[in-house]
Nanobody
Framework: QVQLVESGGGLVQAGDSLTLSCAAS????????VGWFRQAPGKEREFVGR?????????YYPDSVKGRFTISRDNAKNTVYLQINSLKPEDTAVYYC??????????????????WGQGTQVTVSS
């Protein structure tokens, strides 16, 4: 079992950049693929990217965020990062990381993940 804690959210201005962290404890984090999701008020949880386990050589982003979102991992620190560039007001949401112990590349849907963090709020002002 692994416990996940997101951090790094806050209030930022449009055009800024932000890096969110997902810190893991309780198990060997390198054996988990990690996905990032976000949920805005009144909207469904949205997949925004994933990174494969071990060295994280495989990443995937949906078209909606491709080019602005970058996921990386540092297994020595048991942490996965989500860097968001050129933030827009529509990026405002609670951002969650999730761990997948079955699929080495992770999945694109929330129900494929086994463990979740509590989320971190990102608010982008115009």
């Amino acid at each position: 079992q692994v416990q996940l804690v997101e951090s790094g959210g806050g209030l930022v201005q449009a055009g800024d950049s932000l890096t969110l962290s997902c810190a893991a404890s309780g198990h060997t984090f390198s054996t988990y693929a990690v996905g990032w999701f976000r949920q805005a008020p009144g909207k469904e949880r949205e997949f925004v990217g994933r990174i494969s386990w071990n060295d994280g050589h495989n990443t995937y982003y949906p078209d909606s965020v491709k080019g602005r979102f970058t996921i990386s991992r540092d297994n020595a620190k048991n942490t996965v990062y989500l860097q968001i560039n050129s933030l827009k007001p529509e990026d405002t949401a609670v951002y969650y990381c999730a761990a997948d112990q079955i699929n080495p590349n992770g999945g694109n849907t929330w129900y494929e993940y086994d463990y979740w963090g509590q989320g971190t709020q990102v608010t982008v002002s115009s």
